[in-house]
């Protein structure tokens, strides 16, 4: 032990997420909660409908978190989160920040009609998807964030997923709610940054968090932080924040922008792609990336 | 910065002694997750330059800090690898537990 | 009118979040209930959502967070919630809703019958029948009282048509009163981040059993309750309001059982029948969820015959209140040949006569000849 210098820690020390857990090894979607919870405080309630954190949290009757949690009906994360804002307020509570907390099961497919009433309305929730792209709680079958050529049990090898992730974001952007924003916990200083803005703002705010799963993805657990990087380097996944559905900033310019390759060999879900499959893919990825500049570039 | 908090499983004798609903009145802390690994993270204080990439990103909270540097609770740790893998000093290493 | 008599009992209890969603027959309900919050004459929250699962979802999401919350439905969107009834009274949520009955699609019927509701039976919420607007507005409160103090949901059910949107004379009572009789809401734990707990979380078959049979021990807590906040209610308000309502019963040698507004029109013909020298009487069930087994035997030991009148089926068995019925008397002594009868499907009038045609089929046979009897349908 050489120089005794002291750690500067690039993050807000208090922890609100215990061990204990049951979350896989190598989870992304614990990481996302242990940063969330952290850029938050105490004064949180989370709303979690069916989907992996339902059970990472741990069975009746115990719990993983410091903050309260109200597990919900699948399709409804995002209006229990406003009714819970509500109540809270009527009941002289209005400094607790309520957040939706769901998968992208919960968010793209089964919960999107009450978060669109949520958005359309502007209810002061704060909704965070965390994004592990398929139904993993029930096994790794697909969603509709499940991106192009992905492996799932839905969606086998012989018929992989051949329709586009969903664009969520867009889909959040035609609501012209006050703030939206992508997230990688391979950023967690610009997740941090993101959520304590969130926090200030009222209205309804969209966080939408990439979140590796080493068991649905086939990939090593090791490399769920490498992959949450990588994601962003090749534009796969690029982080920006929409501000009342069209001012655009792009938080992390790529200079030299990666091919997905090096990204979808790490992962087994992709392993039968063929050459023609990932240049297709690559294309999809290039065209999304120059829309977005575009649209950037007309915020500028 | 070590955590404090320890716990017990819960068991209840009578319908009595369950709350009314079905809520937490305990922590997961009771539950160790070290049980789980088959290889174990080893820091080499000797090389680490004290960034806090680890503890970081830890998704099992198992790495806190202690007098300025990284201590591994084991008692938690599931061996996922990833403060390995993250590490800029390359100062940890995974080593196959013993049986 | 009865959806307005709705509207006043909720606003007269304070309810601080209201989420609902449109839909014929209810819409009045939710529309006086709209600018009540809008010239604060009611100091609530009212979340306008998109469907009524939301509607449900976010009464459950205030209700844990302490609040005193309010909806109002009717069949199609009554049955779209099914899946959050089961929610609320597992997470023992004292949301108080009222339900128009009105018949279930396909065809698209907006006319009254008693399958809406009674198809939720299962799902351990309290019921009430009301049978004019008086009642309705009165059981809002009462309801209330007895789900905080349970920490169990019940609905307000009322016909459609037939009550909701009859108008009548009603007394309003006063607010100091309503006050009196019903405190504000504070439940024993509530969610905050104060005090953390997660609610709800996987439950093995190790506990399950248990939160399942503490809610069926406090749900029989509920016919005494009923009771009881029944005479409180008749001393603060001068109405009392039971688990039934019973008229001619104690020499009647055929009693009929009924339920809703119907329960109304069969005084009628009680009267009229008697004034022809048949000792008839009517039992009005008000109460259905619990089932207010005492209370029906000890009324019906002495009758000769008993006709149940059901404006529901339970398809490939009978009318839900003959079922219900019979199953109380079953082992008892005092069970008498009991006829059950099908009447009003999809809002077919129930008027004095169909009652005099029950009475008259009930009076002439010693025994059912049939299970089911149908009455009006034309064959």
């Not at chain 1, 590796?212 to 090749?234: A, H, Y």
């Not at chain 2, 290889?39 to 300025?68: A, H, M, T």
């Not at chain 3, 979380?201 to 503490?214: I, W």
């Amino acid at each position: 032990m050489s120089k005794e210098k002291t750690m500067k820690l690039s993050l807000p020390e208090e922890e609100l997420m215990n061990s204990g857990h049951l979350a896989c090894q190598g989870c992304g979607a614990t990481l996302a909660m242990r940063y969330v919870l952290k850029a938050l405080g105490q004064r949180t309630a989370l709303c979690i409908p069916a989907c992996c954190w339902s059970v990472i949290d741990g069975p009746f009757p115990y719990s993983s978190l410091d903050v309260p949690i109200y597990h919900c009906a699948f399709e409804t994360a995002a209006v229990s989160a406003s009714g819970v804002k509500a109540g809270l307020e009527m009941v002289g509570d209005s400094e607790t920040t309520v957040v939706a907390w769901a998968g992208d099961g919960g968010t793209f497919d089964i919960g999107i009609q009450a978060l669109s009433g949520v958005a359309e309305r502007n209810d002061d929730i704060l909704y965070v998807c965390y994004d592990n792209e398929a139904y993993m709680n029930t096994g790794t079958q697909r969603s509709s964030a499940t991106p192009y050529g992905a492996w799932t049990t839905t969606t086998p090898v012989k018929h992989f997923k051949n329709r586009p992730k969903k664009d969520m974001v867009a889909i959040m952007a035609a609501h012209r709610i006050p703030y939206i924003a992508t997230a990688s916990i391979g950023y967690p200083e610009d997740l941090v940054k993101k959520i304590k803005k969130a926090k200030e703002i009222k209205g309804t705010k969209f966080i939408h968090i990439y979140a590796p799963c080493p068991s649905g993805w086939k990939c090593r657990p090791e490399d769920t932080v490498k992959l949450s990087r990588m994601v962003v380097q090749n534009a796969i996944f690029p982080l920006y924040e929409i501000e009342w559905g069209d001012k655009y900033i792009l938080n992390i310019k790529l200079k030299d922008k990666k091919p997905i390759n090096d990204y979808l060999r790490l992962q087994g879900r992709f392993h039968h792609l063929s050459e023609k499959d990932i240049a297709f893919m690559q294309e999809e990825v290039d065209k999304k990336w120059e829309r977005l500049l575009g649209f950037v570039n007309k915020c500028q | 910065m070590k955590k404090k908090k320890e716990t017990q499983k819960i068991v209840f004798k009578t319908e009595k002694d369950f709350p009314l609903m079905p809520m937490s009145v305990g922590s997961m802390l009771y539950n160790k997750t070290g049980a789980w690994r088959n290889i174990r993270p080893v820091i080499d204080l000797k090389k680490c330059i004290q960034c806090g990439i680890c503890w970081k990103f830890c998704p099992d909270v198992s790495i806190y800090i202690e007098n300025e540097w990284p201590v591994v609770d084991y008692e938690y740790c599931k061996g996922c690898g990833i403060c390995a893998e993250e590490c800029p000093a390359k100062c940890i290493t995974m080593v196959e537990e013993e049986k | 009118m009865g959806n307005h008599a709705l509207s006043f009992g909720a606003m007269l209890c304070r309810v601080q979040v209201i989420s609902a969603y449109p839909i014929t027959p209810q819409t009045q309900v939710v529309e006086l209930l709209s600018e009540m919050c809008a010239d604060k004459t009611l100091d609530a929250k009212f979340i306008k959502v998109e469907s009524e699962h939301s509607a449900m979802a976010a009464c459950l999401g205030a209700s844990l967070a302490g609040a005193r919350t309010f909806t109002a439905t009717s069949s199609q969107g009554l049955t779209l919630m099914h899946e959050l009834l089961h929610w609320a009274s597992g997470g023992r949520l004292p949301v108080v809703m009222g339900n128009i009955n009105r018949s279930m699609a396909p065809g698209w019927s907006i006319w009254s019958d008693q399958n809406d509701s009674l198809s939720q039976r299962d799902t351990g919420w309290i019921q009430f029948y009301c049978a004019n607007n008086q009642e309705v507005l009165d059981t809002v409160i009462q309801a209330f009282k007895v789900s905080e103090k349970l920490l169990i949901p019940s609905m307000a059910v009322l016909d459609a048509f037939t009550l909701s949107h009859t108008y009548e004379v009603v007394d309003i009572p006063e607010q100091e009163k309503v006050d009196e009789y019903l405190p504000p809401f504070k439940p024993p734990i509530r969610l905050t981040p104060d005090e953390p707990h997660a609610f709800g979380g996987l439950t093995s078959p190790d506990h399950y059993f248990e939160l399942r049979y503490k809610l069926q021990k406090d749900m029989e807590k509920a016919p005494a309750l009923i009771e009881e906040t029944g005479k409180e209610f008749k001393q603060k308000f001068g109405r009392f309001l039971g688990l039934v309502d019973d008229y001619c019963c104690e020499d009647a040698d055929l009693i009929l059982i009924t339920s809703g507004t119907m329960g109304s029109t069969a005084r009628v013909a009680v009267d009229e029948l008697r004034k022809e020298g048949i000792k008839v009487g009517n039992l009005r069930i008000r109460a259905f969820r619990p089932f207010p087994f005492e209370k029906v035997r000890e009324i019906v030991k002495n009758a000769k015959k008993i006709a149940v009148v059901d404006r529901n089926i339970s398809y490939g068995h009978h009318g839900v209140f003959y079922q219900e019925v019979k199953s109380s008397l079953y082992g008892h002594d005092g069970c008498p040949p009991t006829f059950g009868f099908i009447a009003g499907l999809g809002g077919r009038d129930i008027t004095p006569s169909t009652f005099r045609e029950i009475v008259q089929y009930a009076l002439e046979k010693k025994r059912p000849e049939e299970e089911i009897v149908w009455i009006g349908v034309k064959r």
